[in-house]
């Protein structure tokens, strides 16, 4: 599963929870995109999209998910998660404790319900009907949704006032939604806009590519930044046309170039950027200032990043991959 939707429909188990814990708003953000963008890196579905990039489809057989996971997919995901959690702890070490519930007195104290303790699986649900049945994904929410409001308790009234309660929780939705619909509204734009400055990009960069391994991987590094707000070292931005660029310089082979770009593309703009899409939902729903998350997220792109070239170099560039595959 991938996409905004099933993002979301984590988010928003995960993120009150860690709140109420008292982890400040911005750090439960950064950690829980930042797992997103971990996971990204064996998802089925981003890499089949992203090899489209490299290859045609009958091209390359062998390069395949199970094989390109064992050769870097796993090592790029365990420094991703490892760094993150590292640096969430020591944002958690320098920040204060903030409680997210409210003060009860007596009587809302007495009255308070829990929900009944099965009703925590509800959540897999649809990741259970997918898997199992090949479901509809959005069919399998609906399912879930309504066994929870049905098991919860919320659904005790006449057929008029249910009808009225799901009205306005799909209207809450629309309203928690709003800032990512318009910014999937204006990406078809920019990769438009995009497309055509490719042109511009192989003249003007031609001459000044990397034509060594162990170069592009650290101009890359030292360039992650580039890699935000769809920069030219993203594929989901401006970098199709650096990727034709560095792909007609030298004899790179597929696996260490799809590497080279999928770390701009996964870590720097998926789990650090605020143009992402989940990460747009994520700020309007926590109330985080951009500011403040991208202050935690930069740091963290470019530690991982860093790492994850290194381990690039090593496994699929040049005399590293023949030792790495023997």
């Not at 999928?262 to 109330?287: E, F």
Request: with cysteine; glycine share 8%.
């Amino acid at each position: 599963m991938t996409g905004a939707g099933p993002v979301i429909a984590i988010g928003v188990i995960v993120l009150p929870i860690l709140m109420s814990l008292g982890i400040p708003k911005s750090v439960a953000l950064f950690t829980f995109m930042g797992s997103v963008a971990a996971g990204i890196y064996i998802n089925p579905v981003n890499f089949t999209q992203y090899r489209a990039f490299f290859l045609k489809p009958d091209e390359m057989p062998d390069f395949t998910l199970g094989w390109y996971a064992a050769h870097w997919g796993y090592a790029a995901l365990i420094i991703m998660l490892v760094i993150t959690t590292l640096l969430a702890a020591f944002y958690l070490k320098r920040a204060k404790t903030v409680h997210a519930w409210a003060a009860q007195t007596r009587g809302a104290a007495s009255e308070q319900k829990n929900a009944p303790f099965y009703t925590l699986l509800l959540p897999v649900v649809p990741v259970v009907l997918k898997i199992w049945l090949d479901f509809s994904v959005i069919g399998g929410f609906v399912i879930a949704g309504f066994l929870a409001l049905f098991l919860c308790g919320r659904m005790k009234g006449s057929f008029k006032e249910n009808c009225q309660l799901v009205n306005k929780l799909y209207y809450d939705g629309v309203v928690d939604t709003a800032p990512l619909v318009g910014f999937l509204l204006t990406l078809p734009m920019f990769n438009s806009v995009a497309a055509l400055a490719s042109p511009y990009f192989k003249v003007i960069l031609g001459n000044v590519m990397p034509r060594s391994e162990i170069v592009v991987c650290i101009v890359f590094a030292v360039l992650l930044c580039m890699g935000l707000f769809r920069g030219p070292m993203t594929l989901v931005g401006c970098g199709a046309a650096t990727l034709g660029v560095l792909s007609n310089v030298a004899s790179f082979s597929v696996p260490f170039l799809y590497a080279v770009f999928a770390i701009p593309t996964i870590t720097v703009n998926i789990g650090s950027c605020i143009t992402q899409s989940w990460v747009a939902w994520g700020l309007a729903y926590s109330k985080v200032e951009s500011r403040d998350f991208l202050k935690l997220s930069i740091p963290n792109a470019y530690f991982a990043g860093i790492l994850q070239y290194v381990a690039t170099f090593i496994m699929l560039g040049g005399l590293g991959a023949a030792w790495f595959l023997s």
